[in-house]
Every structure is written in C-alpha cells, then in structure tokens.
Nanobody, 127 residues
Framework: QVQVVESGGGLVQAGDSLRLSCATS????????MGWFRRSPGKEREIVGV????????YYADSVKGRFTISRDNSKNTLYLQMNNLKLQDTAVYYC????????????????????WGQGTQVTVSS
C-alpha cells in the first residue's frame, strides 16, 4: 500500500517563507503525478499546485501563483512546496496527493483524480 507523508508545516508570520515536503513509500514515486492541496477553515479542499511525472509541467491556483513553487526529486521520492511571502489567507491544512497513472507532461487539477492522500500538515500564518 502506498503511503504519503507530509512534513514541514508550522506557525509563521505574514511575509515569511516555508517549505513543505512530501515523501511516499510502497510504490514507485517517479510514476505518480503529484499535487498539493489545502483546506482552509470553513472552506472545501482546493488545489494549490500540481506537477507532472518528470516535473516539466506545473499548474498553480491563481491565489498562489508567483509565490509558491512546486517541485519534485524523483531520486529522493519527495515532493516539495516552497511557499514565499505567506499571507494570512494561506492558513490551512496542506495535503499531498499522488495519482497512479500519469501521462508525460500532464497535470491533474481535480481532487478526484488522485488515488493516495497524506494526513496533512498544518500551516498557520499570523500577523
């Protein structure tokens, strides 16, 4: 069974940076399309950023474009989310997700397209 584990969350101030990591085990990381999603208080889970198998294609939510960067290291079975210039509205539980069958340079933006999910890591941005 594939396991997905996020790390790196915490309490930061507005304007700070934070990097989340996501490690997978029990499968072949390089064959998974990956994504970061988040759920803010009182809201539904939403896309943050997604990345293709080789990391050569990405897609971001408008709210994070230019501030967040998704990347992956297939040699380390790890997905990253670099978050810069954090805002109060970025406060959320951040989830990492993996999709079993991904196409080359294809990204998947819908939650239902992902097969495996982590438990989430809390990011809290204070003023």
């Amino acid at each position: 069974q594939v396991q997905v584990v996020e790390s790196g969350g915490g309490l930061v101030q507005a304007g700070d940076s934070l990097r989340l990591s996501c490690a997978t085990s029990g499968g072949t990381f390089s064959t998974y399309s990956m994504g970061w999603f988040r759920r803010s208080p009182g809201k539904e889970r939403e896309i943050v950023g997604v990345i293709s198998l080789e990391g050569d294609n990405t897609y971001y939510a408008d709210s994070v474009k230019g501030r967040f960067t998704i990347s992956r290291d297939n040699s380390k079975n790890t997905l990253y989310l670099q978050m810069n210039n954090l805002k109060l509205q970025d406060t959320a539980v951040y989830y990492c997700a993996a999709r079993r069958q991904g196409g080359a340079r294809v990204v998947y933006s819908m939650l239902s397209q992902y097969d495996y999910w982590g438990q989430g890591t809390q990011v809290t941005v204070s003023s």
